[in-house]
């Protein structure tokens, strides 16, 4: 089945690496699949982070990859916002990286809360009393909520962490205001963008990520196949009790390059 | 009728002061009331403050009140946890305020987050997402929730801001577990514990504040009188939007010393 692939969308956090330390073989299964002709795209729920700065955080592990391969929830919520909302004001309520993705993309930052028409909401993790408080009046008066993904936890490096769900949930029961897009995985604007990016029809890739809420539930919507790694969140039990299970279940993206390999071999 | 009054409820923001400022008028009323011998509590939805706090406060306004007249919602969510959870560890999340009024009274301060038994939450002026990941992380092992109240939002110095609301709706999202408690106005617990301080029944006590969903509610569950000033929040419209009226409607707390001196003159 490996062999009908022609595209890879490829988690990053607990797929890629885990903090700051890449997994076991990810480099070395990246740079197998570009030698053997395989087009690739990152795919990350992470909004608070700006492509550039997730470029470098890549290089910093010597994986080498252009900007123009990473997509994560903050390209997709500004692209959503320019093609959507052409000329609207964005208030940000995230960490500098998001603010940096939505200026990259032409998308107008209001000065003032209360010029916003949307706040975006992703992970804070420099949050303050003041910047939820001025989130909070953006919306009071009367700017949309917009959220990069809605991921309740995210392994941090002192374990599980509060994810954008906790930034979301303090603006939403303060506000009384529902949040009316939320564009991360599993939600089809990241398979789209994805798609687009690799240029391939959805049953000529496959998704790889340790998410069985994010990454395979988004493969099982869009028609992709979809590849569970167990060196992120997930364990076997776990999976144990998921109904429709993912097409493969590999140890880590490392599992990738033998298997390919040895096709190669058989070939 | 304000003459089969014996003890009077007061309410603080918005009905004695507004932030720093004293209304106009509170402090005579507040002198008269004891120079003809009635009984007076102040009660407010304030959990972020301890009683010392507030007796500074309102000290430094010339209003001299001594700190067993006070009753904060952090006060009473102390005595709630002593009395029926006794040797419980909890966790504050709020401003140190609520952190004082817990230990005055006796609860145990748990040192780690993994330790709690019950996560306290009230208003944080000065939160950081370190703090909220630390009661997040509480929550997750296994701690309760109890709010010292529930305001979505409350006058502050730059306008209405984000209240209490926030910090539970952060926790309760991510966590996707409810708060069992909430201590504050209209529920129950401040109207006993008002009452307890007065030693009256509710029949002979008034409750006066600037708040149709937490004062003037709680009088009504109760069965106090309601005096409703127009020195906070509400006004003349929203009212009149309202089926079931407060028993009196005064432009500030300082009208009840002049409708009361007037009594006694006809007397």
């Known amino acids: 089945m490996l062999n009908t692939i022609d595209g890879f969308i490829i988690d990053l956090d607990g797929t890629v690496y885990k903090g700051a330390t890449a997994i076991a073989g990810a480099g070395e299964t990246i740079d197998y699949l570009r030698s053997i002709g395989k087009r690739i795209v990152f795919l990350s729920n992470r909004g608070n982070i700006s492509r550039a ?110 994810d954008v769900a906790g930034m979301i949930g303090a603006i939403v029961a303060s506000t009384g205001q529902e949040v009316e897009v939320v564009i991360g995985k599993p939600s089809a604007h990241m398979s789209e963008a994805a798609l687009s990016v690799l240029g391939l029809p959805p049953e000529r890739c496959m998704i790889i990520g340790d998410s069985l809420m994010s990454d395979i539930r988004l493969g099982k919507r869009s028609g992709i196949r979809t590849a569970l790694v167990l060196s992120g969140s997930v364990t076997r039990d776990e999976l144990d009790a998921v109904m429709d299970k993912p097409d493969c279940v590999w140890e880590s993206i490392g599992d990738l390059k033998m298997l390919l390999s040895r096709n190669e071999e058989i070939a």
């Open 53 to 162: 700065m997730c470029r470098d955080k890549l290089a910093a592990m010597h994986i080498h990859v252009p900007e123009d391969e990473i997509i994560l929830s903050s390209t997709v919520t500004a692209r959503y916002l320019m093609q959507r909302h052409p000329g609207c004001k964005a208030w940000a309520l995230g960490d500098p990286g998001l603010r940096d993705e939505l200026a990259a993309a032409g998308v107008q930052l209001a000065e003032k809360p209360e010029e916003a028409d949307w706040v975006v909401i992703t992970l804070h993790e420099t949050l303050t009393y003041r910047e939820l408080n001025q989130a909070f009046k953006a919306v009071r008066n009367g700017a949309r909520i917009i959220a990069t993904n809605d991921d309740k936890t995210f392994p941090g490096d002192e374990g599980d962490s509060i």
